[in-house]
């Protein structure tokens, strides 16, 4: 078991620029979430993947976002002209598909928008 | 519209005392509940669960109490340790799949 992987662990880009970042889950789990965390607040749920399917996406990610989980391992999280406002840490995190199951996070990817 | 409160945004405790960290939901149909701990720059790492079928689930040193009708849970730290200083949060499962986050406290615990 060797965790969630993220990466990169960090990322600072200019308004206006594209960013990806990639999310590697644990292996047998076929459950995969993206959270977005700013200072002072908890992790907010941004979008959910069970295998391939992106079964639901958050009101708070606007049409300038969007995930993919191709052939249900690895995915990734695409942010489309970036804005200050998107300045937060990005968690990852994947859960076995035993309903009441925690989620085990990574440790995240801080984008800066500048 | 926060489903999820922690009230309390700090809490400082002496090493060897109980700490007792607060969480308050609105939504009753939240049947599985957790607690996290986070430590800078690092991912939240899970600590202690706990169904909605029981009211009290221990960990060694942890142990979280639900009380359904006040809908509230507690963490219990004893005894508390330096290496317990985090950010601790609740979470709540909504649904079959989707978690929803308090907002934290800030647990500092003095040597």
């Known amino acids: 078991d060797t965790g969630v992987s993220q990466d990169p ?69 695409e942010i489309q002209r970036t804005e200050q406002g998107d300045s937060a840490m990005y968690l990852c995190a994947s859960s076995s598909g035993i309903v009441v199951s925690p989620l085990h996070f990574g440790n995240g990817t801080r984008l800066t928008v500048t | 519209d926060q489903q999820v409160k922690q009230n309390s945004p700090s809490l400082s405790v002496q090493e060897g005392r109980i700490s007792i960290l607060n969480c308050d ?62 950010v601790y949060f609740c979470a709540a499962l909504s649904g079959t799949y989707k978690y929803i986050f308090g907002t934290g406290t800030r647990l500092k615990v003095l040597a």
């Open chain 1, 9 to 77: 662990r960090h990322k600072i880009t200019k308004r206006g620029q594209n960013v990806t970042f990639r999310c590697d889950p644990i292996s047998e789990h076929n459950r995969l979430y993206w959270y977005r965390q700013t200072l002072g607040q908890g992790p907010e749920f941004l979008t959910y993947f069970q295998n391939e399917a992106q079964l639901e996406k958050s009101r708070l990610l606007s049409d300038r976002f969007s995930a993919e989980r191709p052939k249900g391992s690895f995915s990734t999280l």
């Open chain 2, 25 to 86: 939901y609105t939504n009753s149909m939240f049947d599985y509940f957790l607690w996290y701990k986070k430590y800078p720059a690092e991912g939240p790492t899970f600590l202690i669960s706990i169904s909605s079928i029981k009211d009290k689930n221990e960990d060694g040193r942890f142990t979280v109490f639900l009380n359904k009708s006040a809908k509230h849970l507690s963490l219990h730290i004893v005894p508390s340790q330096p290496g317990d200083s985090a």
